[in-house]
């Protein structure tokens, strides 16, 4: 395969593959960028002294690498171990005649691979950069950059955005045609949607102290 092939769509293993409600499925990169660019919290699978743990944590991304956070304390982030990382929203209830056909609306990646930990200080501090930026745009320029001690105690997990898939589900429930139509229940979708709010002042800070305009323009703004 081509690396202009790779550039929009995804290649099709074993674990991305998908079995079931394929029509919501899909393997193209411009998909999975969304997913991820509309979010900035994931779940990272993994197993430990043979047990599974998932482990909740933030994120950010180049063309090529999902950089995941965390603390040089945590036995999640190890590295170089075989991981599932996930990302979902959430876009809405999906309120059907019949309780078998109730659903949720939403947008959802999975990526599959062995996690890396990033050694590299300049990978280390541009993953962290694109973490942070992802997260909260402007930040990174705002605000003190780490130093040699804090760049020690924080452990950047990369894994390779090559092994994912995506799954979408959107609309209307699926039994307005079916022999439940007849009940003359109320059918349709119950959407959700997040915004940011107004930023909230650490009490310690000097009352002059302005909110930063990358900060204040997201007031009000849909999350997601």
Not at 133 to 146: F, L, M
Request: contains cysteine; proline residues 7%; neutral net charge.
């Amino acid at each position: 395969m081509t690396s202009d092939a790779l550039a929009t769509r995804l290649p099709e293993t074993d674990r991305t593959r998908h079995r079931r409600l394929r029509e919501q499925g899909s393997l193209e990169r411009a998909d999975l960028e969304a997913v991820l660019d509309a979010g900035f919290v994931c779940h990272l699978g993994v197993v430990i002294d043979g047990r599974p743990v998932v482990v909740p944590t933030v994120y950010g991304r180049d063309e090529r690498w999902l950089y995941v956070h965390g603390s040089v304390a945590s036995r999640s982030l190890a590295g170089d171990v075989p991981v599932c990382v996930t990302v979902t929203h959430v876009d809405g209830l999906v309120l059907a005649r019949s309780v078998f056909e109730h659903g949720v609306n939403y947008r959802s990646a999975m990526i599959h691979g062995d996690a890396r930990k990033v050694t590299d200080p300049e990978e280390k501090l541009e993953g962290l950069r694109r973490l942070t930026e992802h997260s909260a745009p402007g930040q990174w320029s705002y605000v003190r950059r780490p130093n040699r001690k804090e760049l020690a105690a924080t452990t950047l997990l990369a894994l390779s955005l090559e092994e994912a898939s995506v799954k979408i589900r959107t609309g209307a429930p699926d039994d307005g045609d079916g022999p439940d139509a007849a009940l003359g229940l109320w059918a349709g979708v119950l959407p959700l949607t997040t915004a940011w709010g107004t930023p909230v002042p650490d009490p310690a800070l000097p009352p002059e102290t302005a909110v930063p305009a990358h900060i204040a323009r997201r007031a009000g703004t849909r999350h997601g």
